[in-house]
């Protein structure tokens, strides 16, 4: 193995995922940029082993220990780029912590990220789930990222389309982008901004705060002050954020469910397909604020699930399989988990 890079082994990961999963990494390097990731790749004892990404481990569920390789990107800075077609480009390494450079935006005078305040992770993670919140997805103001490919060892600039940008997806979750690191993002901001409140829960929380002509400050506040009221605090209480992603039906399915359950949450999609809320059918099955073992159904919010104190991955995996199995018998909808089994 190569003696020049900071290898470490063994090397305890319960503090580096939010769910705070006591998880052992068989080998660990932080990673600042392509340097690392070249000699990990040229050096024949780590190039075949098993690799993971690690940002802010806000999306994922170690069911066991890693026995491979942990590359913990850690690599920091941000630049306003400049001015581009009528927006600014912004760009910042993976590593950045994603909340800290929200607010870094606010602060420069650029909205456009507002929306997208207070979301656990970092900046590498962003394109990789397509992140999302209160009406704002990465890809409405991405521009394009560089990535290390580990196959080849080139370093590659992918653009929108070539990210196959999805709900809650992208092409680095699939075979073709598993090789690709993120290594930094460029975002695309209005150079001229209006509030994004087609949220109708941020647009209420906004007119009921008496802001009439809101600054992108104001919207990333009061996202914060929404966020805060339902969703746990990963430093107080392991988690995920949203466990399962909103599961999509057929609008016939969804007609059959509303016959009989007229209350139930949904929204057409583009495509004629409906999108119903993972949260309400949870609660609906009795599961917000029930616990298995150490493992939890925040009170606040149905759609995540916490560690209560000492939980392992597996007992997080039960009580999500037992959700599943309720949802599933009583709308038969099959509810599909955000987070990364590892
Ligand atoms: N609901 C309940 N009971 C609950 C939770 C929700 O009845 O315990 C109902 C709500 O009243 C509402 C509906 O279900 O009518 C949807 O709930 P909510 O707005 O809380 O969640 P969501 O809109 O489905 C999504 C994202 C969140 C994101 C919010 C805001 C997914 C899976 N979740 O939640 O993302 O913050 O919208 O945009 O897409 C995340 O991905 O980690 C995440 C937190």
Excluded at 46 to 67: C, H, I, K, Q
Excluded at 292 to 304: E, F, I, N, S, T
């Amino acid at each position: 193995m190569q003696a020049d890079l900071p290898l470490l082994h063994d090397f305890s990961l319960a503090s580096l995922n939010t769910f705070r999963i006591p998880a052992r990494a068989r080998h660990y390097l932080r990673v600042d940029g392509a340097a690392e990731l070249d000699t990990v790749r040229r050096d024949p004892a780590l190039a075949g082993l098993p690799r993971l990404v690690l940002g802010g481990g806000s999306n994922m569920l170690f069911t066991r220990d890693f026995e491979g390789i942990v590359l913990h990107m850690t690599g920091v800075g941000k630049e306003v780029l400049g001015e581009q077609d009528g927006r600014i480009l912004v760009r910042a390494k993976a590593g950045e912590n994603w909340h800290a450079f929200v607010q870094w935006t606010l602060a420069q005078g650029l909205g456009g990220l507002e929306n997208l305040s207070l979301i656990p992770g970092t900046v590498g993670a962003a394109p990789i789930q397509n992140v999302g919140a209160y009406g704002t997805e990465t890809r409405d103001v991405f521009h394009s990222l560089t990535a290390y490919d580990m196959a080849s060892g080139e370093v590659c600039t992918l653009g929108a389309a070539a990210c196959r940008f999805a709900y809650r997806d992208s092409i680095f979750k699939h075979p073709e982008g598993r090789d690709l690191v993120v290594l930094d993002v460029t975002f695309a901001l209005p150079a001229s901004w209006s509030p994004n409140l087609r949220y109708a829960e941020l647009a209420r929380a906004v007119e009921e705060a008496g802001l009439a002509s809101p600054t992108p400050q104001d919207i990333g506040r009061t996202v914060e002050a929404i966020r805060r009221r339902k969703l746990p605090d990963p430093a107080e209480i392991g988690n995920a954020g949203s466990f399962f992603k909103n599961p999509v039906v057929s609008r016939e399915h969804c007609a059959r469910l509303l016959a009989e359950f007229p209350l139930l949450v949904h929204h057409a999609q583009a495509d004629g397909s409906e999108k119903l809320a993972a949260g309400w059918l949870i609660d609906q099955c009795g599961w917000k604020g029930r616990a298995l073992g150490a493992a939890g159904v925040y009170p606040k919010q149905a759609l995540v699930l916490v560690n209560l104190g000492g939980a392992t991955g597996e007992e997080v995996v039960r009580l999500a399989r037992a959700i599943q199995a309720d949802v599933k018998a009583k709308y038969g909808v099959e509810l599909e988990p955000e987070p990364v089994f590892i």
